[in-house]
């Protein structure tokens, strides 16, 4: 039986596709976007039946027939009505969350005048930070933990918290302006952090007071790696993500806007960080997770991700505009299988590919100063798919040895509607975000470009597993005991400037 949920929340709608109770497929739409639902239904057409959440402080728990229902939510107040009139002959069935409301503390606290006040208008506070009930297998240190090494970030729930009860509130200072040092090295940090294709740092950030603007730097090139400059974008679409969850965390609500200047095309980003605003625990495991990410090319351990985890995964990697989606076991993984092992074919045999990775991988990782540059000891020949990127000597199994692997595992494509540049930032700011609840969630990750910049084989991708759209990124998902290494990063001073 396939499912179709819709979680109408702020400022968008969240799309799960579940078939036979494991959820298979994630996507988000703007709610502001009144084709939402009916894109939502158009992408998924082949449903037995449509969920929809409902916010709900009442009693009610069972689910009921989705006309009875009276939805909380103002920034969806006819979803009953819209989603009969996408679907008139699928059953519509209404399910209350009641717990959204049974969280909320009893006295809530709200900051006013740069002071901490109680009473007021209900702000959702954590309560707790490292005790959150996620599912899976917590290996990782949790938020508030100490760094990974003396040059990884500062202890961020402290400045986290710091900012909601420390002396800069009880002195008065505002919450909006000037970013202190530390805050500024927080910030410069988390974006560094991100991955990048080539670990290139293709990104500038400038800072100001209440306003951070992320610009791509487009003279870097990889013409062998990434002739478009596809993956350049996605990359500071990470940094984006990054960035996001770090202004959270230090205590202001930032508003995220995707290329919002025709005029300035290197414009990524613009984060609005005006207005003080408690960052949730939800916010505080994910900056957590910014420190521990790296990319995992290598086996897993031989132990399933469980469902439940995937499903949050594919959620936060679910934002407007981008689908994460379950490559499925049997057909499909046989196909990613064949087209990986056509892709590497290809480029072990492709001279001027493997000069350029060569260029780019760094040799002698002691003597290296740059920041810049894949370490030999990260991208080990190794075999597919855990190489990650195929070099001379990488081992190509058969397809069959490869489906196998692959089959063991558990795998993502990031796939957009459409294949524009704005596309290619959005692609990797949902990438980043899922990689950050897997971190949270005890897993490790590695993504893949290098087969999809074949255009046969992501044509071939796209119509063998039917997208919906444009695959942008693969993403292998599962656990190891063994912590990954952070790779190199460029110096603070070379990605800030300041006005
Ligand atoms: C858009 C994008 C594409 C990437 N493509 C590949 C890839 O095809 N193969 C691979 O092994 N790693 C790939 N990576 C991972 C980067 O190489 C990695 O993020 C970078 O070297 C930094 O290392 P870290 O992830 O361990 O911090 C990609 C990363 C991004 C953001």
């Known amino acids: 039986m396939r499912v179709l949920t819709l979680n109408p929340g702020s400022p968008s709608m969240k799309v799960s596709l ?12 703007d709610l502001a976007d009144p084709g939402a639902v009916a894109q939502s239904i158009r992408r998924w057409s082949d449903v037995d039946a449509i969920a929809v959440r409902f916010v709900h402080g009442g009693e009610q728990k069972a689910p009921a027939n989705c006309s009875q229902a009276s939805n909380n939510s103002p920034r969806w107040p006819e979803p009953p009505a819209a989603v009969a009139g996408g679907a008139p002959d699928v059953p519509v069935v209404a399910c209350f969350d009641t717990a959204f409301h049974a969280e909320m503390p009893e006295v809530p606290t709200t900051r006013s005048g740069g002071r901490l006040q109680r009473g007021g208008q209900a702000t959702k506070v954590p309560r707790q930070v490292d005790e959150r009930r ?84 487009t003279e870097l090139r990889l013409p062998q790696h990434d002739p478009l400059g596809r993956d350049r974008a996605a990359s500071c679409g990470a940094a984006v993500a990054n960035l996001e969850v770090a202004v959270r965390t230090l205590g202001r609500a930032p508003g995220v806007e995707l290329l919002p200047d025709p005029a300035r095309p290197d414009v990524v980003a613009r984060i609005a960080a005006g207005t003080a605003a408690a960052p949730t625990a939800a916010d505080l495991h994910r900056f957590g997770a910014i420190a521990r990410r790296a990319s995992h090319r290598a086996p897993f351990e031989d132990a399933p991700v469980p469902a439940v985890a995937l499903r949050l995964i594919g959620e936060t990697g679910a934002v407007p505009g981008v689908e994460a989606r379950l490559v499925r076991p049997g057909r499909e993984v046989a196909v990613v299988a064949r087209l990986l092992h056509v892709a590497a074919e290809h480029f072990k045999a492709d001279g001027a590919y493997q000069r ?33 990127l195929i070099r001379r000597a990488t081992e190509l199994p058969d397809t069959a040895e490869i489906e196998a692997r692959l089959a063991a595992e558990s795998l993502l494509v990031f796939v957009t ?66 912590p990954d290494p952070a790779g190199p990063r460029r110096a603070v001073e070379e990605v800030l400037h300041q006005p």
């Open 417 to 482: 509607a459409d294949d524009t540049r704005a596309d290619h930032v959005r692609a990797g700011y949902a990438m980043e975000r899922a990689w950050l609840t897997a971190v949270d969630l005890g897993l490790v990750a590695a993504v893949l470009t290098q087969p999809l910049h074949l255009e046969p084989i992501r044509a071939a991708l796209r119509a063998d597993l039917t997208l919906s759209g444009f695959p942008q990124v693969l993403m292998r998902v599962g656990y190891s005991s063994e």
């Open 134 to 217: 996620y599912p899976g297998r917590r290996r990782n240190r949790s938020v508030g933990d100490a760094p990974r090494s003396g040059k990884d970030l500062p202890p961020l729930a402290v400045i986290a918290a710091n900012r909601l009860i420390g002396s800069s509130i009880v002195e008065g200072a505002a919450m909006a302006g000037d970013w202190t040092k530390t805050e500024t090295e927080v910030l410069v940090q988390s974006m560094t952090r991100a991955p990048s294709v080539h670990n290139l740092q293709p990104w500038l950030l400038d800072i100001g007071p209440d306003e951070l603007v992320v610009r791509e730097r």
């Open 18 to 29: 579940v078939a036979d109770g494991t959820a298979v497929g994630w996507t988000a739409w």
């Open 356 to 388: 350029e990775l060569s260029l780019w991988t760094i040799r002698d990782e002691q003597a290296h100063r740059h920041g810049v540059g894949l370490p030999a000891s990260r991208v080990p020949a190794g075999s597919v798919p855990w190489a990650g």
